[in-house]
């Protein structure tokens, strides 16, 4: 069974940093991207990153560009979104999700295609 599980959402304060880590169980890792989205508080869920299936080839969108990071980890079966600097408006529910693709990621990075879905975590940034 195909199963996505986020972890690592936090409570923190503008200008920290924290990682969020995205398990991978019941799909083969074959040929498969890896994508963050992010659900801001009245906002339309929106791409953020994504990485492909052998860790070689990242996308940011440009408003994140120097602030996330995105990697993987294909031994452990995990994918990984790094911030920095954080501000109120990552206040969200972040999700990662995945889908099977032979070409690069950026084609769905901001469609949202993908064919599997995480739960999501929250990360609220406040003072």
């Known amino acids: 069974q195909p199963h996505l599980e986020e972890s690592g959402g936090a409570l923190v304060q503008p200008g920290d940093s924290l990682t969020l880590s995205c398990t991978i169980s019941?799909?083969?890792?074959?040929?498969?991207?890896i994508g963050w989205l992010r659900q801001s508080p009245g906002k339309e869920r929106e791409g953020i990153s994504c990485?492909?299936?052998?860790?070689?080839?990242?996308h940011v969108v440009d408003t994140v560009k120097g602030r996330f990071t995105v990697s993987r980890d294909n031994t452990r079966r995990e994918a990984y979104l790094h911030i920095i600097d954080l501000r109120p408006e990552d206040t969200g529910v972040y999700f990662c999700?995945?889908?099977?693709?032979?070409?690069?990621?950026?084609?769905?990075?901001?469609?949202?295609?993908?064919?599997?879905w995480g739960q999501g975590t929250r990360v609220t940034v406040a003072s």
């Open positions: 999700a995945a889908v099977h693709l032979s070409r690069n990621c950026g084609t769905v990075l901001t469609t949202g295609n993908y064919d599997y």
């Open positions: 019941g799909l083969s890792l074959n040929q498969l991207a």
């Open positions: 990485v492909n299936f052998s860790g070689s080839s990242t």
